[in-house]
Each structure stands twice: as structure tokens, then as C-alpha cells.
């Protein structure tokens, strides 16, 4: 159990990582907040 636990945790950090790169990678343009609420 805590193996899986600990996995999918892991798992979501290098989701994070990859969006952030990915976000990071993109010009950034002027952009309304709603931006935020579509994670």
C-alpha cells in the first residue's frame, strides 16, 4: 500500500515537472487566471 502510495506520488511530481517545462518552454502571453483552474 505504501508502495503504490509512494508511486503515485512520484508519478505526480514528474507530471508537475513536465508542465512546468512545458509552461516554461511556451512564450508566455498575457493570459486570464482561469489558466490556474483548469489543473
Excluded: E, G, Q, S
Excluded at 511530481?13 to 486570464?32: D, E, G, M
Amino acid at each position: 500500500m505504501l508502495d503504490l502510495k509512494v508511486h503515485r506520488k512520484f508519478n505526480t511530481l514528474k507530471f508537475c515537472a513536465k508542465f512546468i517545462n512545458l509552461a516554461k518552454a511556451i512564450p508566455p502571453k498575457p493570459r486570464p487566471p482561469a489558466k490556474h483552474r483548469k489543473i
